[in-house]
């Protein structure tokens, strides 16, 4: 009985996880590779959670577990009808592309994911009307966790490396039908006196107060929020690892399997007694800004996340209901979960310059893990800003001191860490007044300057955080740990393009070998930075800039930050959205395309497919080039471009990847790239095939030609 109904929640589960990266990835070739575009798709499965376990958690009070069973099962067979999913090729011109996204995933996949929403509170509660034995069936729930692991997986591993988008629909389908099976076996088609009798116990006993059910939520609402920072600050901050975000999300699921398993391997009260520590090593590496070693770095975040994520999980474990209120309780899990989502990615951008909501997720985990007891009072909050104040005088000496040893950014390290071990020292038994503490502190840390220097300007948005630093005599435009582009101080030298868009650099032999070339009166560029790119632009040529985030055009073209689009000769534009939908938009054809996308870990795949080459083609003249900058330390882009020119039947060059950039002008912010061209005949990169410096692009037979319905990362991830 017990397999039966644990392999049923196990499948629902794993579906409920791959169904959610499965629908994204269909949309983006319409939508284009916006963050709006993955939030609307998170925010409408969490809301699709929170309908299902409503749903769980109404249906049976209303009609009674036995009806409400039945009425189920029947629901999820007519669900089969709706299926395989499919999602339109082509969005309605002129319909909010939101709205018009949250439509079609409500037809496509809404009442199959809200019916699967709901298996694991209903079978529990099926469970415990069919069986007398068990009176607490919580530790399915440890089955529901397991399968969205598995699924979680699945995706990226088995499914997306060896089918289509298409053939995983229909593969869902078959493992949806595979569970309605499942589910109809597990209906009580009788009603048995386990239920009445624990009707009756119910009766008698207090339901949930709004306090403890606040309660629940709150402790669902932190390792939520912590999950979605932990994953952004390592993916930008750390490293730009393509599915890095797997681990964070692993980790995450296996907390819930591990504290409603029927036996704890880690217990709790030691969890919560260590907690405190745990959390000043957090502080400590937030503070450092510390990057390297890289994987001690990505392991203490990982590990602090996981402790913090046990204690809030074993917190709702400890605190569960009686089993009749199991519903009660997961629908104040599912309401946790979509507010950290919300707040995340749709709230934090708004509200917060920076990445605020990680470091307060931290000390809420404290207020709720160490003690639910304790409430912070006038005197904690004096004492919170107390700290906050030391910590900051502190840091001013230790930055102005000229008699210091160390360096500016490591004696401000120094000052912040010995404050947070002072408070952890003096407070820790007192939650409410360490979390408080805490909390100051890492505000307080924001006088740290961090290895990019100096923020001269800093902005959020919902394509992440970007930041306008000044070190060493350059400027530069920093999102996360990645530059994308800088410009010198010295008046001599600020024309000069620097980076990755050096003159003697593999872009700039593309530029000299066109100088005076008819092809560069039109040019388009996919990717604006710091608009270094705009050096190139002479007297009687247009090129239009497309880029997705208004933010990194605000910044580009104010002169106080960077002047390559003021000192430019040519005639700019900047077309905001994603390059392909606007690319399809318009008739102009260009005679250079140069795609500068590929750089972070959010890797835009459906830049890189046969439909995003056939539109650069339909854009390009005749003799035209596409110059690609594929530089990038976690993926190989070279033999997936490679296979798309060979596919396509064009001309393909590559730069030497290991061309080294030359002595002592990485000190002047040079830095090494790779750089691809495309173009339609072999005549047309003839010039710079007779360079030494280039060589013909490599393609793999192996590896299938990526389009929007087939691309996999892990094929050329460089291990």
């Keep these: ?229 932990v994953t952004t600050h390592l993916t930008t901050d750390i490293a ?53 070693p890289m994987l001690v770095v990505m392991g203490l975040h990982l590990i602090g996340f996981f402790w913090l994520a046990m204690v809030c999980h074993g917190e709702l474990s400890n605190t569960r209901p009686a089993a009749a209120h199991l519903t ?20 934090a951008p708004v509200l917060f310059w920076g990445l605020f909501e990680y470091p307060l997720m931290i000390a809420l985990a404290c207020v709720f893990g160490l003690d639910k007891a304790t409430q912070a009072t006038r005197s904690d909050w004096l004492t919170a800003l107390g700290l906050g104040v030391s910590a900051a005088i502190l840091i001013g000496i230790l930055q102005t001191s000229a008699l210091a040893a160390f360096n500016r950014d490591t004696r401000a390290a120094v000052g912040v860490v010995c404050v947070a071990l002072i408070a952890c020292y003096l407070m820790q038994t007192r939650p409410a007044r360490f979390a408080l503490g805490i909390a100051a502190i890492l505000l307080a840390s924001g006088l740290n300057y961090g290895v990019h220097g100096v923020s001269a300007y800093r902005e959020r948005s919902y394509f992440g955080i970007h930041r306008v630093t000044e070190v060493d005599g350059l400027r530069r435009l920093v999102h996360g740990n990645t530059v994308h582009g800088q410009q010198s101080l010295d008046p001599a030298r600020r024309h000069l393009p620097l980076t990755y868009y050096s003159v003697d650099g ?87 395309i140069v795609v500068d996308a590929f750089g972070s870990d959010a890797i835009p795949v459906h830049l890189l497919t046969r439909e995003a080459l056939r539109v650069y083609l339909d854009h390009l003249e005749t003799d035209g080039l596409i110059a690609l900058h594929i530089s990038n330390h976690y993926v190989d882009l070279e033999p997936v471009l490679a296979n798309l020119a060979r596919d396509a039947e064009t001309a393909c060059v590559a730069h030497f990847r290991d061309h080294p950039v030359p002595t002592g002008r990485e000190q002047e912010g040079i830095m090494r790239s790779q750089w691809l061209v495309l173009a339609r005949r072999d005549e047309d990169v003839q010039r710079l095939l007779d360079s030494r410096r280039w060589e013909r692009a490599r393609a793999r037979p192996s590896l299938r030609v990526w389009t929007n319905d087939y691309s996999n990362l892990w094929q050329v991830f460089r291990w």
Excluded at 331 to 343: F, I, S
Excluded at 516 to 541: N, W
Excluded at 546 to 561: G, H, M, N, T, W
Excluded at 579 to 592: D, E, I, N, P, S
Aim: net charge positive.
């Design 1 to 229: 009985m017990i397999w039966l109904y644990s392999i049923a929640i196990l499948l629902g589960s794993g579906l409920l996880f791959i169904v959610q990266p499965m629908c994204a990835k269909m949309v983006l070739p319409q939508l284009g590779g916006t963050p709006v575009a993955w939030n609307t798709c998170m925010v409408f499965f969490q809301a699709g959670l929170l309908v299902g376990y409503a749903y769980a958690h109404g249906g049976p009070r209303w009609l009674g577990v036995g009806p409400h069973a039945i009425l189920h099962v029947g629901l999820l067979i007519a669900a089969c009808f709706t299926l395989p999913i499919r999602l339109p090729d082509v969005i309605d011109p002129g319909v909010h592309p939101i709205g018009w996204l949250l439509l079609e995933l409500t037809f496509a996949v809404g009442a199959p994911f809200v019916l699967l929403s709901a298996g694991a509170p209903l079978l529990q509660l099926w469970f415990i009307d069919r069986t007398a034995s068990y009176r607490d069936p919580y530790f399915l729930y440890a089955a529901s966790n397991v399968g969205s692991f598995l699924g979680l997986a699945v995706f990226p591993f088995v499914l997306e490396p060896y089918l289509r988008l298409r053939e995983m629909s229909e593969w869902w389908r078959g493992g949806f039908i595979a569970c309605v099976v499942l589910v109809a076996l597990c209906v009580p088609w009788r009603a048995t006196s386990s239920w009445a009798q624990l009707s009756a116990e119910t009766a008698v006993t207090a339901a949930p107060t709004w306090r403890q059910r606040g309660r629940w939520i709150m402790l669902a609402l932190i390792p939520s929020s912590l999950l979605l920072s």
């Design 240 to 292: 730009a690892i393509p599915l890095l975000w797997l681990i964070p999300m692993a980790l995450y699921l296996l907390t819930f399997t591990l504290v409603f398993a029927q036996r704890r391997l880690l217990p709790h009260a030691i969890l919560v007694r260590w907690l405190p520590l745990m959390v000043v090593v957090l502080i400590v590496v937030l503070v450092m800004e510390a990057t390297q």
């Design 328 to 347: 009660d309780f997961f629908l104040c899990l599912a309401v946790g979960g979509v507010l950290g989502g919300v707040l995340n990615a749709l709230v």
């Design 506 to 592: 593999p872009i700039g032999e593309v530029f000299a070998s066109l100088k005076g070339d008819v092809r560069l009166k039109h040019v388009g560029v996919i990717g604006l930075g710091t608009g270094s790119l705009a050096y190139y632009a002479d007297k009687g040529q247009e090129w239009t800039f497309f880029e997705i985030d208004p933010s990194v055009k605000r910044i580009a073209e104010d002169p106080k930050l960077f002047t390559f689009l003021g000192d430019s000769r040519g005639a700019i534009r900047i077309e905001l959205g994603d390059a392909l939908v606007q690319l399809k938009r318009t008739k102009q054809k260009f005679g250079l």
